[in-house]
């Protein structure tokens, strides 16, 4: 393996296990799953909705989502700390309503960072690891400890933020009652279900996009699927969809899938050296690998104290 080379490693670095898990094709649809876990919590969407153009300008801020992701995971530590001062300015400016009770809150509420936070992390851990990526327990208390550093570029304590699964788990647990599937939720939903295309386009969203959204919608936990009001495929069906789109996606040389802009993976390489590439090999491969794909996940609650079994 290459040297790498001299250079800012940026917040995480390639010795952490968000490099290696962020440069795989299935946090696309980890995602999604975060987008509709999110929409759970009606003042953190309420907030979304009532300051945003997100029902015609969704496609807009999925991308900068994204590209916010990629800055903090791969860019040096200044981009990180640029991205994250534009996010907590943008947020300390903007308030929504209670259109029930009338009371005005400020989006930037510790309370509503929080649910964002953990809704993404664990979305991201779970479909990873429920669709093959080698992640060994360790490695995924590891990766929660990580995003404590992202938790802070927007606003967080990090001493408030869960630092492994035990404390995922137990905050999801807490909040849960609060959770329902409102108005705005149903925006979401309905969005993701069917989104603005192109008439040239359409026929691609209802093969293509409808199934990585329904897949995404599945992996969710069953209280989500209760809340939305939606059933789901039974939890070994769906965890052996997602490994075979892993499988199928996985397929796509890395360097290929790397090129679409902004291009954040391969400009940290050109940085670091051609050592820093991102590849699951080097998370601890006396564990992670030669236990199998997905092998340490196949009994885990994956943060939100739902459990789900084997496939097939």
Same mark, same amino acid.
């Given at each position: 393996?290459?040297?790498?080379?001299?250079?800012?490693?940026?917040?995480?670095?390639?010795?952490?296990?968000?490099?290696?898990?962020?440069?795989?094709?299935?946090?696309?649809?980890?995602?999604?799953?975060?987008?509709?876990?999110?929409?759970?919590?009606?003042?953190?969407?309420?907030?979304?909705?009532?300051?945003?153009?997100?029902?015609?300008?969704?496609?807009?801020?999925?991308?900068?989502?994204?590209?916010?992701?990629?800055?903090?995971?791969?860019?040096?530590?200044?981009?990180?700390?640029?991205?994250?001062?534009?996010?907590?300015?943008?947020?300390?400016?903007?308030?929504?309503?209670?259109?029930?009770?009338?009371?005005?809150?400020?989006?930037?509420?510790?309370?509503?960072?929080?649910?964002?936070?953990?809704?993404?992390?664990?979305?991201?851990?779970?479909?990873?690891?429920?669709?093959?990526?080698?992640?060994?327990?360790?490695?995924?208390?590891?990766?929660?400890?990580?995003?404590?550093?992202? !938790?802070?570029?927007?606003?967080?304590?990090?001493? +408030?933020?869960?630092?492994?699964? *035990? #404390?995922? &788990? =137990?905050?999801?647990?807490?909040?849960?009652?609060?959770?329902?599937?409102?108005?705005?939720?149903?925006?979401?939903?309905?969005?993701?279900?069917?989104?603005?295309?192109?008439?040239?386009?359409?026929?691609?969203?209802?093969?293509?996009?409808?199934?990585?959204?329904?897949?995404?919608?599945?992996?969710?936990?069953?209280?989500?699927?209760?809340?939305?009001?939606?059933?789901?495929?039974?939890?070994?069906?769906?965890?052996?969809?997602?490994?075979?789109?892993?499988?199928?996606?996985?397929?796509?040389?890395?360097?290929?899938?790397?090129?679409?802009?902004?291009?954040?993976?391969?400009?940290?390489?050109?940085?670091?050296?051609?050592?820093?590439?991102? !590849?699951?090999?080097?998370?601890?491969?006396?564990? +992670?690998?030669?236990?199998?794909? *997905? #092998?340490? &996940? =196949?009994?885990?609650?994956?943060?939100?104290?739902?459990?789900?079994?084997?496939?097939?």
């Amino acid at each position: 393996m290459a040297a790498i080379q001299a250079g800012d490693p940026g917040l995480f670095g390639p010795d952490s296990v968000t490099w290696q898990m962020h440069g795989d094709p299935m946090m696309w649809i980890a995602g999604i799953r975060a987008l509709y876990l999110q929409a759970l919590h009606p003042r953190a969407v309420r907030g979304v909705m009532q300051n945003s153009d997100f029902r015609r300008d969704a496609w807009g801020r999925l991308m900068r989502t994204a590209n916010f992701v990629g800055t903090t995971t791969y860019g040096t530590t200044e981009a990180a700390e640029r991205a994250g001062a534009r996010v907590r300015k943008i947020h300390r400016m903007l308030r929504a309503t209670d259109p029930d009770t009338g009371e005005e809150y400020p989006i930037d509420e510790p309370a509503l960072l929080l649910w964002v936070h953990c809704a993404e992390i664990d979305s991201y851990l779970h479909v990873l690891r429920r669709s093959g990526f080698p992640l060994t327990d360790a490695h995924a208390d590891r990766y929660i400890g990580e995003h404590r550093a992202a !938790a802070r570029l927007v606003g967080l304590d990090p001493g +408030a933020v869960p630092a492994d699964r *035990g #404390e995922l &788990a =137990a905050y999801f647990e807490t909040v849960r009652p609060g959770l329902a599937a409102g108005s705005e939720a149903r925006d979401v939903d309905d969005f993701l279900r069917s989104p603005p295309t192109h008439p040239l386009l359409v026929p691609a969203r209802g093969t293509l996009w409808r199934r990585v959204a329904g897949l995404a919608y599945a992996s969710l936990p069953p209280y989500a699927h209760e809340l939305y009001g939606r059933p789901a495929p039974g939890p070994s069906t769906v965890t052996r969809r997602l490994r075979l789109t892993g499988a199928l996606l996985r397929g796509v040389p890395a360097r290929v899938r790397w090129q679409l802009p902004p291009r954040h993976i391969l400009r940290a390489m050109e940085r670091l050296g051609p050592g820093s590439r991102p !590849a699951p090999y080097k998370l601890e491969p006396n564990a +992670a690998i030669l236990d199998g794909p *997905g #092998e340490g &996940a =196949a009994d885990s609650d994956g943060g939100d104290g739902t459990r789900w079994g084997r496939a097939g």
